[in-house]
């Protein structure tokens, strides 16, 4: 049995070392084998020398190297897809996910349950997580973190799922399975500075709704209709007006109906323009990452594991999405 322990890292050059003997200490109190799979997300720093650094010293080491940053979500896919585990657990960079957990999440496993997910203990969950489950038609376990243990079965079925615009804690929910959350008090970052900008996390919040809701579509069409009753009701009151002889101040009516029109029209289109964007990403097809150097054993990125293992070397420039 093979545990694979997936970490992304982007401009992590303080954590590396730290997080290379934590993950050691919790895999020497394994009785499994364990691989690490370090993805350097294009960083700026010296984070790729000192994973190379690590995968000399420790055959339990691997490192993908994309060829620039693609984001969290597209290294941890790239991470998952080079797991040859028969369990694939994974987890932040920055030590705020304790590895000591992957003992009990190792052990819920055991016990059957194909997803062993973390979930921040004591934690209100945020609005946007609220928001996002009500927009959802499945629900994301309110404050669970990308840290979590996924069967061999559904890292297969999740490395089925191509879509560009990836909210993986949604894609995770969607794909079901038998699944357990183990709680856990969120730490400080070990070293260094959190790399999501506000911007990104609004991107990130924007596409899971955009990606498993058409809710906001169907409001455009709502605020059509309610407009276009407001419209008929000021009609019907001209009307009524016009025939009980009353002169109509037009000008200030006029301008406002105009402005309320158009604000409403140009709302709706920003939504569908949203999606017709993302149906936009979706078609073109690119690979969600490229692959600049894989350092570990061949292996061919693929959803099957035993298959994995030894077939031929992943190529530079591999990219996912073909297979
Ligand atoms: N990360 C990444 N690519 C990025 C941004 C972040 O691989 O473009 C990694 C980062 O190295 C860390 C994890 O994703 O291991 C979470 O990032 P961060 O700590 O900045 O986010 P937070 O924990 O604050 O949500
Ligand atoms: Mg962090």
């Not at 061949?298 to 594991?305: C, E, N, V, Y």
Request: aromatic residues 10%.
């Amino acid at each position: 049995m093979l545990l694979s322990i997936v970490t992304p890292c982007y401009n992590e050059s303080g954590n590396i070392a730290e997080l290379h003997r934590q993950l050691s200490a919790v895999a020497d109190r394994l009785d499994m084998d364990v691989e690490f799979v370090f993805v350097d997300d294009g960083s700026r720093d010296n984070t790729l020398v000192l994973l190379k650094e690590v995968a000399q010293r420790d055959p339990r080491a691997r490192v993908v190297s994309l060829s620039r940053n693609f984001g969290h979500q597209a290294a941890l896919t790239a991470g998952i897809q080079h797991a040859a585990g028969d369990a694939v657990v994974v987890m932040d960079a920055d030590l705020q996910h304790p590895p000591e957990l992957i003992l009990d999440f190792v052990a819920r496993w055991r016990e059957g349950y194909d997803l062993v997910y973390a979930y921040r203990e004591g934690v209100k969950p945020r609005l946007g997580y609220r928001l996002i489950n009500a927009l959802m038609k499945i629900t994301v376990p309110a404050e669970s973190a990308d840290f979590r243990l996924m069967d061999r079965k559904m890292v297969d079925a999740f490395c089925r799922m191509p879509e560009r615009a990836r909210f993986i804690r949604g894609m995770i929910a969607w794909l079901g399975f038998k699944q357990i959350g183990v709680g856990y008090t969120d730490r400080q970052r070990f070293a260094g500075q959190r790399s999501y900008t506000l911007r990104q996390t609004a991107r990130m919040a924007l596409y899971a709704v955009l990606a498993f809701s058409s809710i906001p579509l169907r409001a455009a069409a709502v605020l059509g209709l309610a407009t276009l009753g407001l419209g008929l009701l000021y009609a019907a009151y001209i009307l009524y007006a016009w025939f009980a002889g009353h002169t109509i101040q037009g000008w200030t009516a006029q301008t406002m109906t105009i402005l309320i029109l158009g604000g409403v029209q140009l709302v709706c289109l920003g939504v569908i323009a949203e999606y017709i964007g993302r149906i936009f990403e979706e078609v073109k097809h690119r690979p969600l990452y490229v692959v600049r150097e894989w350092i570990g054993p061949p292996r061919t990125p693929a959803g099957t594991a035993h298959a994995t293992r030894d077939r031929q070397p992943v190529a530079a420039g591999d990219v996912s999405g073909e297979w």
